[in-house]
């Protein structure tokens, strides 16, 4: 599940390497049928988006995989222990909220905290969160897995509200990213809960993120739920928080420079590979799609 917030915050900068200046942005859309033996879906998804497929009954189980260089020490003193596979579940759409479409999903985490082979311990952790869209936005929350490849949510936070100013999560062209950068605003009140060694009442307050998205030249990819022509995207997160109650001259704290992850996302399938800013990959092991 993901670090703390708060504690993030207090760790030093980061040195992730960012995409380039000069590597290309646009790229030519893929023509994906035939090229690749994962499975798929024919079914029209909710939106008109093509790289989600959204049914109720539509699964995605994704398995930890190496990430092609391990985490520096810095990202290892703050990393989470990482879940040996995550499971999504679409539980519900309802296309009742005016103009959105609200589609419910349920992500269950498994982690291993095995340290006596004689004694297994495993961790599981479910969420419920939303994917909102129309014809114009594509809005996940923030505690999804399919935000920015993070899985299990937020421990000892409660997001109050959630309010995306700027911008969308996946900002679509003919159902695909298409070629052009973008950017998403997303401003989140939380509120601290009771947690193992977390006073409740030690706060509540206000996060600030600035997500720059750049889609990047389309991907074969091989997972154990088979192989996929796969777009891929680029996601640079910035961002700060503000406690409540803070004096008038205290500065938001800032999150760790250059947060780094990059997802896959294949036609008819969805996010088939993620890896995000603690070297942590997953790839889709099987799915079950509509």
């Not at 497929?53 to 020490?73: E, F, H, I, K, R």
């Not at 349920?106 to 014809?135: G, M, Q």
């Not at 006073?199 to 990819?221: C, N, S, V, Y």
Request: with cysteine; charged share 20%; hydrophobic share 35%.
């Amino acid at each position: 599940m993901r670090f703390p917030l708060l504690a993030a915050l207090l760790v030093p900068t980061l040195a992730i390497a960012a995409p380039k200046a000069g590597a290309p942005k646009a790229h030519q859309m893929v023509e994906t049928k035939g090229a690749g033996s994962g499975p798929t879906t024919k079914t029209v998804s909710q939106c008109g988006v093509k790289i989600l497929p959204l049914s109720v009954g539509n699964q995605w189980t994704y398995s930890m995989v190496p990430a092609p260089l391990p985490p520096d020490d810095q990202i290892k003193r703050i990393s989470p222990a990482e879940p040996n596979t995550i499971v999504i579940t679409v539980k519900a759409i309802d296309s009742k909220k005016g103009a959105d479409t609200v589609i419910t999903l349920e992500e269950k985490s498994t982690t291993d905290l095995t340290r006596d082979p004689k004694k297994p311990v495993l961790d599981e952790r479910t969420i419920t969160t939303t994917i909102t869209c129309n014809a114009k936005k594509f809005e996940i929350s923030p505690d999804s897995f399919f935000f920015a490849g993070e899985p299990g949510g937020y421990l000892g936070l409660k997001l109050d509200s959630v309010e995306h100013p700027k911008g969308t999560s996946l900002q679509l062209t003919n159902g695909g990213i298409g070629e052009a950068e973008w950017r998403e605003d997303v401003v989140a009140k939380w509120t601290r809960v009771p947690h193992e060694g977390v006073d409740a009442k030690a706060g509540k307050g206000k996060l600030e993120l600035e997500r720059r998205f750049t889609p990047q030249q389309p991907e074969m990819i091989s997972t154990k739920a088979g192989s996929y022509k796969a777009e891929k995207l680029g996601l640079i997160t910035t961002g700060r928080v503000t406690l409540d109650g803070a004096a008038a001259d205290t500065k938001p704290m800032e999150l760790p420079a250059a947060w780094v992850s990059t997802l896959w996302l294949a036609e008819g399938a969805g996010v088939v590979q993620t890896l995000n800013p603690y070297a942590h990959m997953y790839q889709l092991s099987a799915a079950t799609l509509k």
